[in-house]
C-alpha cells in the first residue's frame, strides 16, 4: 500500500493506533490508493474498538495494521486532544460515506459494497446514485451471516476484482469487519473501508442520532435507547471501562519522568 502523502499526528489510546485525520485528508488518501488500484483496509474507530483491542491483543494488530485508523467516535476525538492533538476532529463512518462516493463519482472511480441486506445494499445505493448521478456502484454483494467457505470466499475476492471496484465499503459490523478487511489485505484489489453501520443509515432504515447529541458525545445514549438489547452491553459496560482505562493511562504519562 501507497505510503499517506501527508503525515498526520498518531496517538496510542489504550495501545491501539489512532490517527489525527480529517474528511479532506482521508478522502484524498483513499481515493489516492483507489485510483492507483491498491489493496489496502480503513478503520472507522470508536471505543467499541479500543476495548476490543485492549481485550483481545491479536485484534489490536489488526487495527494496527490498517493503513489508516480514523476517529469515528467523539470520545476517541476528545482523546486525541487530551494526548496532545488539539485540532483533531471526527471522522465518521456514515458522513465519509456519501464524500467518498461524492468523489469518486467525479472521479470516474468504481465503488463497491459489501455487507447488510439485500434490501440495504438495494435501497442505499439508489439513494446514493440518486444524489450522486455519476457514481458507478460496480460490486454489491450481501453474504450470508454464517462463516463463508473457502471456495466461497476465493468467489468473493475474484468476484469484487473482476467488477473493477477500487473502493469497497464494507458493512459487517466491529470487530467483525475488520478482522475480514485485514485477512483480505492483497488478496482484494481495492481499498476496503469498514464503515459499521452506516450502510443501514444511508438507506434509510435506521435513523442518526441528531447533530446536537453527536457533538456532546451522546451518539451512544441515542443509540441504545433504539436498540437497547443488541447494543446494552457496547455502551453500559464498554463506555465505563474506557474512561476508567483511559484515565489511568492519562495520569500515568503526565507522572514526572514519564515518557
Known amino acids: ?58 485484534y489490536r494488530q ?16 476528545w482523546a486525541l ?17 456519501p464524500i467518498l462516493c461524492e468523489r469518486a463519482a467525479e472521479l470516474g472511480v468504481p465503488v463497491g459494497f459489501y455487507g447488510g441486506t439485500p434490501e440495504v445494499l438495494e435501497a442505499m445505493a439508489a439513494n446514493l446514485v440518486r444524489r450522486y448521478p455519476a457514481l458507478q456502484v460496480a460490486y454489491s454483494h450481501s453474504p450470508p451471516f454464517r462463516p ?5 470466499d476465493a468467489r468473493v475476492a475474484a ?16 470487530p467483525k469487519q475488520e478482522r475480514w478487511m485485514a485477512e483480505r489485505k ?6 476496503m473501508i469498514g464503515v459499521g453501520a452506516a450502510f443501514d443509515f444511508l438507506a434509510g432504515r435506521k435513523r442518526q442520532a441528531p447533530a446536537i447529541l453527536q ?14 438489547r ?3 452491553r457496547r455502551y453500559l459496560y464498554r463506555n465505563p471501562r474506557f474512561v476508567a482505562l483511559f484515565t489511568v493511562q492519562l495520569v500515568r504519562q503526565r507522572l514526572p519522568g514519564a515518557s
Open 148 to 152: 463463508l467457505t473457502p471456495d466461497e
Open 62 to 77: 489488526v487495527m494496527d495494521g490498517a493503513d489508516l485508523v480514523t476517529p469515528d467516535g467523539v470520545p476517541l476525538v
Open 215 to 228: 457533538r456532546l458525545g451522546l451518539e451512544w445514549l441515542f443509540r441504545l435507547l433504539n436498540e437497547p
Open 186 to 191: 492483497g488478496a482484494v484489489e481495492a481499498v
Open 81 to 97: 486532544r487530551l494526548l496532545g492533538v488539539d485540532g483533531a476532529t471526527r471522522v465518521y463512518g456514515p458522513d465519509l460515506t
Open 1 to 58: 500500500m501507497g505510503s499517506l502523502s501527508a503525515v498526520v499526528p498518531t496517538r496510542r489510546v489504550l495501545g491501539m493506533r489512532v490517527d489525527a485525520t480529517s474528511y479532506q485528508h482521508a478522502t484524498a488518501e483513499i481515493l489516492r490508493w483507489g485510483s492507483l488500484g491498491e489493496s489496502g483496509y480503513v478503520c472507522i474507530a470508536t471505543v467499541n474498538n479500543v476495548i476490543e483491542a485492549y481485550d483481545d491483543p491479536a
Open 159 to 174: 468476484g469484487i476484482n473482476r467488477s473493477g471496484a477500487r473502493i469497497l465499503f464494507v458493512g459487517l459490523g466491529a
Open 230 to 232: 443488541r447494543l446494552w
